[in-house]
């Protein structure tokens, strides 16, 4: 039976440009750093956003973008917070994609190895409330 998440892997070029995104971004917290041994398949660093263990080690980056993410929840009340980290470290900021009122509102960004993460917030009942109640409308 799955427990839950265990855990996620980023393959990045820049160890440290990832661990300051990580650390500027998300509060992460540095766990453990490989340094020069090796025990995976290159070096590595996990941290820990709240709970969550991510993994980031040094590879080839995604060779383009797309609109596969991760999402984290954060307060509607830090949303203009969050927009002023993600600008102060000059990531590239995606449009917000269209959406019906109640859902929340998201920050999409991407790092410099083409992955895109998501600062949402809004939850998943209040999106599937959302759509129940526009599909009351519709008919």
């Known amino acids: 039976m799955i427990e839950g998440l ?5 393959i990045v070029r820049d160890l440290m440009r990832m661990s300051n995104i990580l650390a500027s971004v998300f509060d992460a917290r540095e766990v453990y750093d490989s340094g020069g041994a090796q025990f995976s398949l290159s070096r590595e660093k996990f941290f820990l956003v709240g709970d969550i263990w991510i993994a980031v080690m040094e590879g080839e980056p995604l060779p383009q973008r797309s609109y ?3 999402a984290f929840k954060i307060d509607e009340a830090d949303f203009d917070r969050y927009v002023e980290r993600v600008r102060k470290l000059g990531l590239d900021m995606r449009p917000p994609r269209p959406r019906v009122e109640g859902e929340g509102r ?3 960004f991407y790092d410099d190895d083409n ?3 998501e600062l ?3 939850t998943l009942a209040e999106r599937l409330a959302r759509y129940a109640k526009g599909l009351e409308v519709a008919s």
């Open 120 to 122: 949402h917030t809004g």
């Open 6 to 10: 265990s855990h996620m892997t980023f």
């Open 68 to 70: 596969n993410h991760i």
């Open 106 to 108: 998201s920050i999409y």
């Open 115 to 117: 992955h895109m993460f």
